[in-house]
């Protein structure tokens, strides 16, 4: 448990007397600094449609200064299935143009960046004057829900202006009082993934959104505090507050003073909070960069009512640097040279701890976290890195280091995070039963020898991001096949056991009382949201290690019944983890063109996708037998299904993204 709540280990800034370091402190010899004022604001939209106005909200009577850059972070613009099963929405063009009209009332602004992941948005604005200092602007997005389809997740995008660099992270963290384990692992994956640009490499890092930590406190104690503005007593128990005190998650960031009332949740159109929910300040402005560069001039919260969140904003003036190249160029190689001479009389040294990182156990999707010291034990001061080998990578990819270089003076010291984490992309390489794992990280030092750090693990074998052809080759549990593999032999399984085992759940625990006049069971088929609400992080483990070893589906580790949605979750998730569609994108085009039938698009399935995907259909048809209360209907059920029939990640750049494709390829067998 301890592991799992790691954090993604952010660089801190150096204050030694390496040459980049005796840079750092001349840097007013080749540096010109001026200012800018940057806007951060973030509002979770409860899906609701734009109001009239945001004029309230973006701008700041309290500033002087009209802000150059506005940087925009909305959530829930769209929580409809389509959006959150294929991370496409169209309501994202109606924000964009009611926030760019209200700015355009206040100067002469333009939209520089706009980048959605689902219902999370992040828009950068910056008036005219900005445009030729504004440059290598670039965005990316990470998923991180219970199927890593877009229901949470981050949006990031980075910039430089003049010679300083820029990185705001709009995030919708998972919600609920008692998940603060997992918030921080969504933290930690973000903060870690490696599609991402290095976001702590920048001069400025602003992370906004609605972060879902809650207050520790009983219900009537917060609303008696808020009625008292007691804000000070009442953010002693702030779950983000202490998470960041005791270096669980956001390590390095800071807030401002909060002088307002919580902002979540409210009755839609009133200023009154609802009966059933705790008060909570959910959505927060964080900033990490040298305390020197910047001062918060406004941090406060904004009175829009059509949602059940209340926007939250914050006004930051920046020092910013525009860098005469040419000077600093030769003050570095003055420095260069003196160090030079140093360090040819004495060579650099460090102490690792530790050498060797062993896991006796590695299961799928679950990260493991080593800190790593790297010690300067020399007489000189050393710059590191993590020396790439011959696949140009650090690392093999079920492994990441964070961070990957930096500088150490005589005896200071600096902690490194390993993370080793089996995915869908990794999984397929390793062999049946408890398979070896095995790496070696090279720590170069700047002019000294290279230090190696081993990796080793086992990993504990899955049905997630096997094929359909190797899950049916096994009749028992997949993890305790450790021998060789089955003799060649045209004996199969017709579908795999473990995808068997998913459906039959679903569907017994749903069926199993259809005698009985008053059913006790099928409000599981009748349920609505089965498929796009999120389970149990921590109970999807548990069902991966029951299909793994083959114990029953009977009780949890609480001794409860496993949740329907962790099971609806856990099926999907196996589904879009399978090494290969199960439905060909070849066969997909053929088929959305027109040029082959429903049959002949059956037929040409092998055998063992061809059972698995008639055998699915009849599943989806189930479901719509119970459309009228579980609402999910034709559409919606091939939607949810097309997405893990015909696309995973591990797809080519062709797979289809419209989900209105992937409801008409299904709809004609559901019928």
Avoid at 97 to 107: K, N, V
Avoid at 409 to 432: G, H, L, R, Y
């Amino acid at each position: 448990e301890d592991t799992m709540q790691q954090q993604a280990t952010a660089p801190a800034a150096g204050s030694g007397t390496t040459w980049e370091n005796l840079l750092r402190k001349r840097e007013g010899e080749f540096t010109h600094f001026g200012y800018l004022v940057v806007f951060c604001g973030t509002w979770n939209v409860n899906s609701q449609k734009p109001p009239d106005t945001l004029g309230p909200w973006l701008m700041s009577k309290e500033v002087a200064r009209q802000p150059d850059i506005y940087c925009i972070g909305l959530q829930e613009v769209d929580t409809s299935v389509t959006a959150v099963m294929s991370g496409q929405t169209s309501k994202s063009p109606l924000w964009v143009d009611l926030i760019l009209s209200e700015l355009r009332r206040l100067g002469d602004y333009y939209l520089v960046e706009s980048k959605h992941l689902a219902g999370i948005m992040l828009c950068v604005f910056a008036t005219r004057e900005c445009e030729s200092k504004l440059t290598n602007m670039s965005s990316k997005s990470v998923p991180v829900g219970i199927l890593g389809m877009g229901n949470k997740g981050g949006v990031c995008t980075r910039f430089d202006f003049l010679d300083s660099s820029f990185c705001v992270v709009n995030t919708h963290l998972n919600a609920h009082v008692d998940n603060v384990p997992r918030r921080n692992q969504d933290y930690a994956d973000i903060a870690s993934n490696q599609g991402l640009f290095g976001i702590f490499d920048h001069d400025f890092l602003f992370w906004i959104g609605d972060l879902n930590y809650r207050l520790d406190l009983p219900d009537p104690d917060i609303r008696y505090k808020i009625t008292t503005k007691n804000f000070k007593e009442l953010l002693e128990h702030d779950q983000l507050k202490k998470q960041i005190e005791t270096g669980q998650a956001f390590d390095g960031f800071r807030e401002g003073a909060i002088r307002f009332e919580p902002t979540y949740k409210y009755k839609k159109g009133t200023s009154e909070y609802v009966e059933d929910r705790p008060p909570a300040y959910c959505d927060r402005v964080l900033y990490r960069c040298q305390d020197q560069d910047v001062s918060q001039l406004v941090y406060q919260r904004n009175e829009l009512l059509s949602s059940d969140h209340r926007p939250v904003s914050s006004v930051f003036q920046v020092k910013v640097k525009t860098i005469n190249h040419e000077k600093r160029n030769n003050i570095r190689q003055e420095l260069i040279k003196q160090l030079d001479t140093l360090e040819n009389q004495q060579l650099p040294d460090v102490l690792v701890k530790p050498l060797f990182i062993k896991l006796p156990q590695v299961f799928y999707l679950k990260p493991y976290i080593t800190k790593v010291t790297i010690t300067n034990t020399g007489p000189v001061p050393v710059n590191w890195v993590f020396r790439p080998k011959d696949n140009r990578r650090i690392s093999k990819p079920w492994a990441a280091v964070l961070p990957t270089k930096g500088s150490l003076d005589v005896n200071q010291s600096a902690t490194i995070s390993v993370t080793v984490k089996v995915d869908n992309v990794t999984a397929p390489e390793f062999e049946i039963g408890v398979t070896k794992m095995a790496d070696d990280l090279i720590l170069h030092l700047e002019g000294g020898k290279d230090t190696f750090i081993s990796i080793s693990g086992n990993y504990m074998v899955s049905c997630f991001g096997s094929s359909l052809e190797y899950l049916t080759r096994f009749p028992h549990p997949l993890r305790f096949s450790l021998a060789a593999l089955p003799e060649t032999s045209d004996e199969r399984l017709l579908i795999p056991k473990e995808l068997w085992r998913m459906v039959d759940f679903l569907f017994h625990r749903a069926v199993q009382e259809v005698s009985v006049a008053v059913c006790l069971f099928c409000s599981y088929l009748q349920q609505p949201n089965i498929f796009t609400k999120d389970g149990s992080n921590s109970e999807m483990e548990e069902i991966r290690e029951c299909l793994d070893t083959g114990s029953t589906f009977l009780v949890n580790k609480h001794g409860q019944s496993f949740d329907v949605h962790t099971m609806a979750g856990s099926l999907i998730s196996f589904l879009v983890s399978l090494r290969d569609p199960i439905v060909p994108i070849t066969l997909y085009k053929l088929f959305m063109e027109s040029r082959i039938t429903t049959t002949q698009l059956v037929t040409a399935l092998s055998p063992v996708h061809r059972n698995t995907f008639l055998y699915l259909v009849s599943f989806m048809r189930e479901f719509m037998f119970h459309s009228a209360k579980n609402k999910l209907d034709e559409t919606k059920i091939s939607t949810l299904f097309g997405l893990a029939l015909v696309r995973h990640d591990g797809m080519a750049q062709d797979c289809p993204s419209d989900s209105s494709d992937l409801a008409r390829f299904l709809l004609p067998f559901l019928k």
